[in-house]
């Protein structure tokens, strides 16, 4: 074993030494000073105070000390892996987009999974939405895919994302729940926020519960816009297809697995990857065009809201391969920093108010949870399918200022970078008109026909288990009112579920269905 080394003794002045005998390397301090003793402080006299004057030990408990950073205001809890994206069907026709020009040319990729509501140390089958974030080292610059596995979002506008999370995060008298959607605040805010119930629908159905990462489909939510060399655009909607198929727990199984392993999760993706069992994903795209989109009777940009495959079906265009685990957690899991507004030459945003709003929380977030805005040069968001040049200068933790007398631009000395108009990034020329209003448009406000179509796509049994689902999370409410006007909202969605589960609440009384939400205009005066 692993202890034969191990010495312990008396010193001639009757101080006790332990150490492990001969290691490869010297342990040394941060100034890389040799260390003779790591097991006793510095103290004047036996036991006798520690003295100030110990070094060593300070500096080892002052880097402990600040060892922790803040998780993640949302999507606390996550697990990494590297991949590779292999281009199967190029589409230059579409996108100028690095990854997509040629077919068999490869990207190498860092993907992060992760729950949303649940802090670092949670549980991993919560029932909860899945995070699926792709970070593309792409000849180009880096493109995040900030996705999830659930293809629409609880709301339509990012100004209410921190009422969302507020209401599912634990309550801020009690500190509880810790890891779950089953509590009064979350379903007071759902109950108040119709256009919530599409999302709810599959928050309540075996998607939530995935058997493992391995097992989930990922979607980009948002329509994004690709744009081809010669700056036309097309509307996109990116979706990853599991391989080995869609596959997720029970309730009751999630339960006993939590328990049993709480990092099931992690685990399973940990084990077949080393074990060499690649989880491979295909990347599918829904391209269409404005004139297309004009006819649906929901808003392309509103991401409450699906793109039937029916209507637009998938083209397969690449492959993503997870073939290596992290070497150190702390290093590129936790340290990853994905960001919507992270794009590349050939994809481009929409105005979803939910992106708009996302392109602003990453950055901002990141700065605040990595403490500086050097963290693009850590090697885990550093670009490395090309070089970096720019006059970003100092901030904490800086290690690569450039060299020399230059560092603005224009400059006439000839020195340094300068922008290459021909191939850098054009946003697209979007044409925007009309006043400049807090209005949501007409086209986002039919809250109930998605919800009421993905309930009916499921089968009889799945069905079962989203009623079931209701029944158990709505029973944690304590207070009535609300488990009624969740089940007004279910009117609208289906009768005999509205009604299941009124039953399996015991309601007394049905309510009225909720009226069909209509726009607000907040500025404008009464
Ligand atoms: C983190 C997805 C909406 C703010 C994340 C992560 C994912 C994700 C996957 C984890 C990233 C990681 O693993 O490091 C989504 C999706 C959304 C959505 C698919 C809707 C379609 C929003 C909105 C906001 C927001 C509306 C704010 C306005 C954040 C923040 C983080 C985060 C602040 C933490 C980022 C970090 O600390 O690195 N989101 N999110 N998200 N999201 Fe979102």
Redesign the pocket.
């Known amino acids: 074993g692993s202890f034969e080394n191990l010495v312990s003794d008396y010193g001639a002045g009757g101080e006790f030494h332990q150490h492990a005998g001969e290691g490869d390397e010297r342990l040394t301090t941060a100034q890389g000073v040799t260390i003779a003793d790591n097991q006793n402080s510095l103290r004047s006299g036996a036991p006798g105070p520690t003295a100030l004057e110990d070094f060593i030990l300070r500096e080892k408990i002052f880097h402990f000390d600040h060892e922790r950073i803040p998780e ?4 606390a809890r ?1 697990f ?1 892996a590297h991949g590779l994206f292999e281009c199967t069907k190029a589409i230059p026709e579409i996108t100028r987009a690095a990854p997509f020009q040629k077919e068999g040319k490869i990207t190498e990729t860092f993907v ?3 729950t ?1 509501a649940g802090s670092k140390g949670s549980v991993d089958l919560a029932r909860d ?1 899945r ?3 792709v970070k593309f080292y792409t000849d180009e610059g880096n493109w995040d895919l ?3 596995n659930i293809p ?2 609880f ?1 339509q506008d ?1 100004i209410k ?2 009422d969302l999370i507020h209401s599912v995060k634990p309550e801020p008298d009690r500190g509880f729940p810790q890891a779950q959607s089953a509590h009064d605040n979350f379903w007071d805010f759902i109950s108040l926020t119709p256009e919530s119930m599409h999302m709810v629908m599959w928050q309540m159905s075996d998607r939530a519960i995935p058997r493992s990462f391995r097992f989930m489909e990922g ?4 329509t994004f816009r690709f744009i081809n060399a010669e700056g036309q655009s097309s509307f996109v909607k990116f979706h990853w297809k599991p391989k080995l198929g869609m596959q997720s727990v029970l309730w009751d199984e999630a339960l006993k697995i939590n328990g049993a392993d709480p990092d099931r999760h992690r685990r399973d993706l940990w084990e077949a990857i080393t074990a060499g069992d690649f989880p491979e994903w295909e990347l599918g795209l829904q391209i269409f065009d404005e004139e297309f989109a004009n006819r649906f009777d929901f808003d392309v940009l509103d ?1 409450t809201k699906i793109i039937p495959e029916e209507l637009v079906p998938l083209t397969i265009v690449g492959t993503l391969t997870l073939d290596r685990v992290v070497d150190n957690f702390f290093a590129e899991t936790e340290q ?5 507004q992270n794009v590349v030459p050939g994809i481009d945003f929409t105005d979803d108010p ?2 708009q ?2 392109n ?3 950055l ?3 700065l605040k ?1 990595l403490g500086s805005p050097n963290f693009t040069k850590l090697p885990i968001n550093a670009p490395r399918g090309c070089p970096v040049h720019n006059f970003q200068q100092d901030g904490h933790m800086q290690t690569s200022n450039r060299k020399g007398r230059v560092n603005y631009e224009p400059n006439g000395w000839g020195k340094g970078p300068r922008a290459h108009p021909l191939e850098g990034y054009v946003s697209y020329a979007v044409r925007n008109e009309g006043e400049k209003r807090r209005l949501r448009p007409e086209s986002f406000a039919d809250h109930y026909s998605q919800a009421r179509q993905f309930f009916l796509s499921q089968t009889p049994v799945e069905q079962g288990h989203i009623r079931d689902a209701l029944v158990f999370e709505l029973s944690k409410c304590q207070e009535i009112e609300i488990r009624a006007r969740i089940v007004a909202h279910l009117l609208n969605i289906d009768g005999a579920l509205a009604q299941a589960v009124a039953d399996g609440l015991g309601l007394t009384e049905m309510p009225e269905p909720a009226p069909a939400a209509r726009p607000t205009r907040t500025d404008l005066p009464p």
Do not use: E, K
């Not at 993640?72 to 999507?75: G, L, N, Q």
């Open positions: 993640r205001v949302v999507h996550g990494g992060r999974f992760s949303v939405v995070g699926f974030a900030v996705g999830n629409v979002f709301i990012a994302f921190p979607f980009g939510v948002h991401p990853v920093a994905f960001c919507t939910l992106l709003g996302r602003f929380s990453y901002d977030t990141q949870r």
